[in-house]
């Protein structure tokens, strides 16, 4: 690996450790996982085109859409312009189990069965809302005993949980919707905030 993409690497394995903290912990592929498949550095814009594993481009596609519903365009780019379907469908190829890929799949067919592509984003919104309600129930449930161990996760937490990741580790998501320094500074335990900044971001 050269010298510049050893760096991008590093900067990406602390960029999807910070925003893994930032989510809670909850993400649901092993950090190891993620860190490996940070290193492939396949570019998002080849996955869409091309597609990656079982996802063909238009899988990638409604990943885009699915994406863009939770992180709208507002003052910032949204998750389509940060190609976050792209990054959903290669962390889905790279690094979850058999079983959980199958189960995010046939999520995408419900969608796709729901007509998710051809509704206005209003009802594209208030599917997503309700599949939410439901993944917190499944959830909540699994935690508490309803499910063991190897009971799968949600379909709608790994999509949720990898739209995040992907919007704020992307380039648009770490230097417009997030503020962001180049090279750090001194290090200021307290800072003044004001209500409605967005927060600093990592190198990534």
Known sequence: MSESRQA????????????????????LV?????????E???????????????????DVALLDEIAETILPETKTPGAKAAQVGAFMALMVT???????????????QNLNAASFMAVTPAQRLAVLEQL????????????????GND????????MKELALLGYFTSEIGCTQAQR???APGSFEPCMPYTPGEPAWAAHA
């Open 8 to 27: 991008q690497a590093i900067d990406r394995r602390e960029a999807i450790r910070r925003v893994t903290a930032l989510l809670g912990g909850v993400a």
């Open 30 to 38: 092993s950090g190891t996982g993620l860190l490996e498949a940070s």
């Open 40 to 58: 492939r550095l396949q570019p998002r814009a080849t996955v869409a085109r091309q597609g990656v594993g079982r996802f063909t481009p238009q």
């Open 94 to 108: 790279d690094t979850y189990t058999e079983r959980n890929q199958e189960v995010f799949q046939g999520g995408m």
């Open 132 to 147: 939410d309600r439901e993944q917190k129930t499944y959830m909540d449930a699994r935690r508490g005993g309803g499910g």
């Open 151 to 158: 009971t799968p996760p949600h379909f709608f937490r790994m």
């Open 180 to 182: 962001y320094v180049e």
